[in-house]
């Protein structure tokens, strides 16, 4: 059930360490948030099909995993560079 999440979780672990290494575009960072929101939708679905405690607690578990996902994404695009607004002076 949350196999997606979690890959996505992986895969956006795995961004946020090679982040450093590449400068992430806003153009990249947007669509990185897109899919996130995207997948985040995907999900709620799946808890859709519950009631009563055992959807409130599968939505705050997805809510919980997007925030994470998304707050590592914004470190890595402020760590970039890109997200500064970086106009250095000599």
């Known amino acids: ?26 153009g990249e960072y947007r669509s990185e948030k897109d899919r996130l929101a995207q997948a985040y939708s995907a999900e709620r679905v799946n808890c859709d099909s519950l009631s009563g405690a055992a959807k409130r607690d599968c939505d705050a578990k997805i809510r919980e995993q997007k925030k994470i996902a998304e707050d590592k994404l914004e470190a890595s695009y402020k760590e970039s560079g890109a997200g500064r607004g970086e106009s250095r002076k000599p």
């Open 1 to 26: 059930m949350h196999k997606p999440l979690m890959l996505l979780t992986i895969a956006a672990t795995l961004g946020a360490l090679a982040a450093p290494a590449f400068a992430m575009s806003e």
